[in-house]
C-alpha cells in the first residue's frame, strides 16, 4: 500500500515521499525519533503518522512507537496445540499414517507421491 492513501495532511504525505517513504512498508521498521529527524517534524507528530500507519497496515504501535501486536497474530505455542489438536483422517495404512505424524490433517493439503 502507498504512502499516498494514508489519512494524514498533505504536506506530511509529501514529507514522506520526499524522504523516501513511499510504500507502508517502508515505515514499518523506522523508529519515531528517527522519522522525525528524517522529516524534520516533532516525534508526537511522526508517533502519530505511525500510528495511521500501522492500522493501515494491520498492525498496533505503543505509545513508545515499538511495533506491539499483529493483528490475527498467533504465539508457536498456539500453532503447536492447534497442530496436536487438530483432527486426522486415517488412510488405512499404518505406515503411511505413522509416516504423516497419524494420518492425514484436515486443515493441510498432503500430496502424496
Known amino acids: 500500500m502507498e504512502v499516498s492513501s494514508l489519512p494524514i495532511s498533505a ?3 509529501g514529507k514522506l515521499i520526499s524522504s523516501g517513504y513511499t510504500s507502508l512498508s517502508s515505515l514499518s521498521s523506522v523508529s519515531p525519533s528517527h522519522l522525525a529527524q528524517d522529516l524534520k517534524i516533532s516525534e508526537n ?3 502519530e503518522i505511525l500510528k495511521v500507519a500501522s492500522r493501515r497496515s494491520g498492525l498496533d504501535i505503543t505509545d513508545n512507537g ?5 493483528n490475527g497474530a498467533q504465539t508457536a505455542w ?3 496445540h492447534e497442530e496436536e489438536s487438530s ?3 486415517t ?3 499404518s505406515d503411511l499414517d505413522d509416516i504423516l505424524g497419524g494420518g492425514i490433517n484436515c486443515k493441510e493439503v498432503t500430496e502424496v507421491g
Not at 515499538?66 to 499483529?70: F, G, K, L, R, T
Open 66 to 70: 515499538a511495533c506491539a501486536i499483529v
Open 87 to 89: 483432527v486426522r483422517i
Open 45 to 47: 507528530e511522526a508517533l
Open 11 to 13: 504536506s506530511q504525505r
Open 78 to 80: 498456539d500453532i503447536l
Open 91 to 93: 488412510t488405512s495404512c
